[in-house]
T-cell receptor
């Protein structure tokens, strides 16, 4: 009963490095999302996907890329990390079959130095 | 434009007192409405949701919220605050007339409970 699994939980990157945040779900949900959370700013949508092979930009997509080759996986790629990308990242899924409830992963804390 | 507003970035109550956290949305079509709670250094947990039907919704940990269409509000309440309620609370909305527009969050309200 894993739900939404995010890895890694913590990571420190140097400026200019790249990395991928992994997100996997076992609920067969079509909708998947990546949010970032900054203090006092709520959650802002980075990218989302309505199904395998389909992705779209959210509110703050610059500096990030995503792919959705399978229903289960929705990795978030950071290219050329910048200090402004220091944040907490949450992956989420949405299931229409249970009232459109959004299920969140436990978060990934990323620091860029 | 469609938006979600949480009034008050920080609310402080005494233990045993009423908790009231305010959320208003702007939309001509009643949306789906959610409240999430986030404890320090943790993810988001669903407290309750409104999609259709009864406008008074009961959630976990003694919280409830009432959807008021005329006021475009979905305020969260709890009759008696407990120390363990101290956390960040987020109101979130899915605007139904926006195609695939996903969940939109308010900026959050931090609840402090004073002994």
């Amino acid at each position: 009963n894993a739900g939404v699994t995010q890895t890694p939980k913590f990571r420190i990157l140097k400026i200019g490095q790249s990395m991928t945040l992994q997100c996997t779900q076992d609920m067969n949900h079509n909708y998947m999302y990546w949010y970032r959370q900054d203090p006092g700013m709520g959650l802002k949508l980075i990218y989302y996907s309505v199904g395998a092979g389909i992705t779209d930009k959210g509110e703050v997509p610059n500096g990030y890329n995503v792919s959705r080759s399978t229903t289960e996986d929705f990795p978030l790629r950071l290219e050329l990390a910048a200090p402004s990308q220091t944040s907490v990242y949450f992956c989420a899924t949405r299931g229409r079959s249970d009232g459109n409830t959004i299920y969140f992963g436990e978060g990934s804390w990323l620091t860029v130095v | 434009a469609q938006s979600v507003t949480q009034l008050g970035s920080h609310v402080s109550v005494s233990e045993g007192a009423l908790v009231l956290l305010r959320c208003n949305y702007s939309s001509s079509v009643p949306p789906y409405l959610f409240w999430y709670v986030q404890y320090p250094n943790q993810g988001l947990q669903l407290l309750l949701k409104y999609t259709t039907g009864a406008t008074l919704v009961k959630g976990i940990n003694g919280f409830e919220a009432e959807f008021k269409k005329s006021e475009t509000s979905f305020h969260l309440t709890k009759p008696s605050a407990h120390m363990s309620d101290a956390a960040e609370y987020f109101c979130a909305v899915i605007f139904r007339n926006s195609g695939n527009t996903p969940l939109v969050f308010g900026k959050g309200t931090r609840l402090s409970v004073i002994a």
